[in-house]
């Protein structure tokens, strides 16, 4: 980014007004005008800029993070802004009414000689909304253009750009992407290795990347090869050909080089010349059914037969039919350059014209828009009956159902439901995206270049490892490698999908294999919106992707990968919940509550070692080999990059450590802070200007014996009363007895509500008994001074008053109303 000193320069060497200074300064000194989102079809995510030291936003991955490649890796380019502040543009509608539209540009850029805004469109947007107004959107001159924009970036000097999909280079995106490991790191080159590199490509102009592969000068592995391509030592044309394609790949020692190279570009195969005539030919046979391809290859014989021998060919043939077919194989062969095209059989035309008139066909047409294409869903029977009736009232010919259903089933069956159940109903019926150009894999081109993170609930009841009860079904968050197909981490959890499993899973991935993925693709849910999951992927410069919501295609990866997980091992399992889909048919006996038997250690071994060993050695379908020999055959290929090798030490933990729900914790004096139903302390908490006060806190999901809490500037340690015990354990071991003992303690916690109630409710029994005792002890007394007032001797039975007796017989009733208590409680 630029210095306010370099700003000033560049303000003074391109001329650029005082007024056009402040729409810069402004837009330099905003923050994005919105967080985008990739909607139903896009997807969205942030891109780490090393040039800009900030994350920018991109609403589509084939069309915004495409233009900021271009722009990263511009050297022309000195600075780039997302979302930048809203602008008006004023212009005509269709019908000639002026339009006041507030809109925001995708980018504004700062170049070495300009500046302006840039509005990123795909094709296919460009040419629909141009055919709806062309005063907002144009083409002129070969390139989309804006009219209004223009007008209102010349008002201060600068430029308004449209970029269409149209002008993105694939190749130079893929290679890009590829390389961008070298881009960031520059990894350090021996002197030596650089120097036999580029003395072999000096005396071999021309040489292919393959052959510098297999000739390995200086013993230089492909990591130095592509760090000396990333670093223009070697020139590569990376808009050429894909680098994942090193024998198409070819260097030089300089772009200067590459320039003046006079060898002629290799001439085009002959599968690659397509005359029309040839291509009509190819449709021909297409089209043709097997019966008619049989008829030509019998007709095929007899006249090549006659072509050779004249007068012996014919046989049951006339001879006039002969010499037809000899006439139509020459001129096909003469026409297309095939004469087998002549001896296909024409084709009967027969009668192919509607039999319903006009009137009625449209009237179909329209009721099946009007009435059975709605989110009333009407039945087809009931729509063909109001057409029915309609037809009646018009005087025309009414179809019969069985023509209005056919009419029906003639259309789009995707475009039917998504009119009457919606874009979720239909998403099954929408059609697959096939992938008719080149661009950047699906799955990237090595391993480490895609990840995917997902959750599941595992389809197993657990239960405690001490107390032997359940504790409900564990969380599974898994990352997987797009390219291999591999698991790199796995995590489980009692707690429902959080950011704190996601920053889990990535700790475990560098754990595992000291590395993160380049890319990491994620749903839209609220755990991958996190500022401490989003700062984490920023602080090691980690794309993150967000697929669009209910579009499960865009996942399979990991979608694909749960259902294998179940079908190969949980379904195997004791306490599965596979009988829980048939919940009227479920009994006592075959409950998977009462079934379980698993520990969430022991479950978690298991799985572990399925995810790590069992699935990773079985063939991939997709693959044709293991996802373990995938991804180690994929880092032999395109590198190892250790360069961007992330150290497991005290700096990464922190960073990756998750912290409450709001994020502080009050300090208790005497007691520390409180974390998942847990006391920590440390003797920073004694100094009085500490005590009661809020402070940032993150707790370690891996070790429930130690916390961090920020004082005074800095993170310092906080130890649990259960520090002793999980003192020299594993790490393994301290997560999952953790896990469990945070699981157990939060079952308390809710049980503690429970008995609560319960025991109030006792106690306001015990209350209302404790008033009626005393009411007859007074009650008694009191009659006791109403006899003696009477005359009675001491002695001498009395009558008592019926009230009396009514209230001894409630007391006396009393034990039993509380056994009733007792036994509802």
Not at 413 to 442: C, D, I, M, N, V
Not at 718 to 732: L, M, P
Request: hydrophobic share 35%; aromatic share 8%; net charge neutral.
């Amino acid at each position: 980014m630029l210095t306010e000193s370099q700003l000033g320069e560049w303000y003074t060497r391109n001329r650029i007004s005082e007024a056009a200074q402040a729409v810069i300064g402004c837009i330099r000194e905003s923050n994005p005008a919105r967080r985008v989102g990739g909607g139903r079809r896009n997807v969205a995510g942030r891109y780490p800029s090393s040039k800009m030291r900030l994350t920018i936003q991109f609403e589509s991955h084939r069309v915004e993070l495409a233009a900021i490649y271009e722009l990263e890796h511009d050297g022309d380019v000195l600075e780039y802004y997302d979302q930048p502040p809203t602008i008006k543009l004023d212009y005509c509608s269709a019908n000639g009414r002026r339009l006041g539209v507030l809109h925001t540009a995708d980018f504004f850029v700062i170049r070495e000689t300009c500046a302006g805004w840039e509005e990123c469109k795909t094709q296919q947007d460009l040419l629909r909304l141009a055919e709806q107004n062309e005063n907002r959107y144009r083409c002129a001159e070969e390139r989309w253009i804006c009219p209004p924009g223009e007008a209102y970036a010349s008002g201060f000097g600068l430029y308004y750009r449209v970029r269409s999909s149209s002008g993105i280079d694939w190749i130079y995106q893929r290679n890009v992407q590829f390389l961008e490991d070298y881009l960031r790191d520059g990894l350090a080159v021996a002197p030596a290795i650089q120097e036999a590199v580029v003395a072999r490509v000096g005396a071999f102009p021309g040489l292919s990347l393959q052959d510098l592969f297999d000739a390995s000068p200086g013993g230089g592995s492909r990591d130095d090869i592509y760090a000396l391509i990333a670093a223009n030592a070697v020139h590569a044309d990376l808009r050429g050909a894909p680098l994942t394609e090193p024998r198409r790949v070819i260097l030089h020692r300089t772009d200067a080089e590459s320039r003046s190279d006079g060898r002629m570009d290799p001439p085009l195969q002959a599968d690659e010349v397509r005359p029309l005539p040839q291509s009509e030919a190819e449709a021909r046979l297409r089209k043709a059914t097997d019966a008619e391809l049989a008829v030509a290859n019998d007709r095929l014989r007899h006249v090549m037969c006659f072509l050779k021998t004249p007068n012996e060919a014919g046989g049951t043939v006339p001879s006039r039919t002969l010499r037809r077919w000899v006439a139509a194989y020459r001129t096909a062969e003469r026409i297309f350059g095939s004469g087998y095209l002549g001896l296909l059989p024409e084709r009967a035309a027969g009668n192919s014209m509607p039999k319903l008139p006009q009137e009625t066909r449209e009237l179909i047409s329209e009721s099946i828009a009007a009435d059975y294409e709605t989110p009333k869903q009407k039945t087809k029977y009931a729509c063909w009956s109001a057409l029915k009736l309609a037809c009646e009232r018009r005087g025309i010919v009414a179809p019969s159902y069985k023509a209005y259903r056919s009419a029906v089933l003639n259309r789009s069956a995707f475009e039917q439901t998504l009119q009457r159940q919606g874009h979720r109903a239909a998403y099954s019926r929408e059609p697959f995206y096939w992938q008719l150009e080149l661009k950047t894999p699906l799955h990237g081109d090595r391993p480490f270049e895609v990840g995917h993170i997902d959750h599941t609930e595992l389809d197993v009841e657990s239960v405690s490892s001490r107390t032997g009860r359940g504790l409900g079904r564990t969380w599974m968050t898994l990352l997987t490698d797009a390219f291999s197909r591999r698991i790199l981490a796995v995590h489980l959890t009692f707690d429902p999908p959080s950011y704190r499993s996601c920053m889990m899973v990535l700790r475990e991935c560098v754990r595992r294999h000291s590395r993160l993925p380049q890319i990491v693709v994620v749903d839209g849910g609220r755990e991958f919106q996190s500022t401490y999951f989003e700062a984490l992927l920023a602080r090691y410069e980690i794309i993150k992707k967000t697929r669009p919501a209910a579009k499960p295609r865009f996942g399979s990866v990991c979608e694909r990968l749960f259902g294998t997980a179940n079908t190969q091992f949980l379904h195997n399992l004791k306490g599965n919940t596979q009988i829980a889909t048939q919940v009227r048919q479920m009994t006592q006996s075959v409950n998977p509550k009462g079934q379980a038997v698993w520990s969430i250690e022991d479950l978690h071994q298991r799985l572990t070692e399925y995810a790590y060993h069992v699935y990773d050695t079985i063939d991939h379908p997709a693959l044709g080999q293991s996802p373990r020999e995938a991804f180690d055959r994929g880092l032999a290929a395109t590198g190892t990059r250790a360069h961007r090798a992330i150290a497991y030490d005290r700096e990464f933990l922190i960073a990756t450590l998750p912290t409450t729900s709001r994020g502080t914790a009050k300090v208790v004096p005497g007691k520390g802070i409180q974390i998942h139903y847990l006391f920590y302390w440390s003797d920073q908490f004694r100094t009085p200007e500490v005590e009661r006060q809020n402070l940032p806190v993150r707790y370690d999901p891996f070790d429930a014996g130690t916390s961090y809490a920020f004082v005074n500037g800095h993170w310092v340690d906080c130890h649990s009363e259960h520090y002793v015990i999980f003192q020299g354990r594993s790490e393994k071991e301290i997560m999952l007895a953790s896990e469990e003992l945070r699981r157990t303690r939060s079952c308390h916690s809710q049980q503690f509500h429970v008995t609560a109630t319960k025991l109030a409710m006792f106690l306001e029994s015990v209350e209302a008994h404790e008033a009626l005792l005393q009411q007859r002890l007074a009650d008694a007394e009191s009659v006791s001074v109403r006899g003696s007032h009477a005359g009675l001797a001491p002695n001498e039975p009395r009558q008592a008053h019926p009230s009396i007796l009514a209230l001894s017989a409630k007391s006396r009733t009393a034990p039993n109303r509380k056994s009733e208590l007792y036994e509802e409680l």
